[in-house]
């Protein structure tokens, strides 16, 4: 997905996972903590060296992921 400045892909950080600006901190993380009910807030007081829009684009992102489907290939008659 185009214009996600803030997601990063570095197979020596996290096994190549996205991540947030290149940290150990996976989008998979964020979304996780977020599904389990804490708000942007705590998040952000846990981890300090997060922003607001580092979350808005973990959750982008992780909704872009979701749209995402594999097709069959038809196969040769």
Known sequence: MKNLTRITFDPAVM???PCIRGMRV???MLIGLLASGKTREDILEA????????LQEALTYAAWRAEEFEAPLERPA
């Open 26 to 28: 996976t989008v998979g």
């Open 47 to 54: 981890y300090p060296y997060l922003e607001e829009e580092d």
């Open 15 to 17: 096994g190549g996972k």
